[in-house]
């Protein structure tokens, strides 16, 4: 009953107006993303149903929401973009990502890698805890310093056997510039994928360019490292 309750309160609240038009604008902003960003935009699609390329990586479920699909080829990667929503089986709560793939061109085998906050929310560090519980903190340095750029604002997680491949990978002159360039971002290599994750609550054109041009960046290092590993 309250389940029902909630449901259609939340259904009124979509209706209104006000949030209309607010999504109508959201709507309008990441189309104008995906133009200036060679992508094409379809909007929503169903993981159970459409013929898509699913966006996996953390966030990826058997009951998330995917809407703003948008796919192309930037700058030589393929790109994926999507608007996630899901409710988090550790809190209940519903939470809203903003996630953008980039399919890396050097196939080899990665270290799987976080990068993020090391302040515990509910978004980033609950599914981590919940999919990842053997991923940790990173003990950084073993193989030389890292900038207080990166290591005030980020913890590197990885599985404790992986912990020098991640350090070998991401290296402290790419420490340096994400920690200048990343923040309120997390990234995730997994495979032969590159997600970088938004969880703020308001979404603007600037953020998804900044999203866009940050993951480009490191995906071409990502891609030139990987090749002298």
């Keep these: ?8 309160r939340r259904m009124l609240a979509r209706a209104h107006p006000r949030n209309l038009r607010r999504r109508v604008n959201h709507k309008r902003m990441i189309q104008s993303f995906a ?4 992508m094409v935009y379809f909007g929503f699609v169903s993981q159970l149903s459409d013929d898509h390329r699913i966006v996996r990586g953390l966030t ?28 988090l089986l550790t809190s209940g709560h519903e939470h809203t990502w903003h996630i953008l793939e980039f399919d890396l061109m050097n196939k080899v085998d990665l270290p799987h890698v976080f990068i993020g906050s090391p ?14 519980s053997s991923m940790i903190p990173a003990q950084l340095g073993l193989i030389a310093p890292y900038p207080e750029v990166f290591t005030e604002y980020f913890s590197m997680y990885t599985n404790p056997s992986q912990a020098i491949a991640a350090e070998q ?3 402290p002159d790419a420490a340096q510039m994400i920690g200048a360039h990343f923040k309120g971002l997390v990234v995730e290599i997994v495979d032969t994928s590159l ?3 938004s969880e703020k609550a308001h979404l603007t054109g600037g953020l998804l360019d900044t999203m866009m041009a940050n993951g480009t960046w490191l995906a071409k290092y990502i891609d030139e490292k990987s090749q002298r590993l």
């Design 1 to 8: 009953m309250k389940r029902r309750l909630h449901a259609t």
């Design 35 to 38: 133009e200036r960003s060679n």
């Design 60 to 87: 990826v479920s058997t009951k998330h929401h995917d809407s703003h699909y948008c796919i192309g080829t930037y700058q030589g990667y393929d790109v994926v973009f999507v608007e996630r929503n899901d409710t």
């Design 119 to 132: 302040v515990h929310g509910n978004g980033f560090h609950s599914l981590l805890k919940a999919k990842y």
């Design 169 to 171: 990978l991401i290296s």
């Design 195 to 197: 997600y970088v994750y």
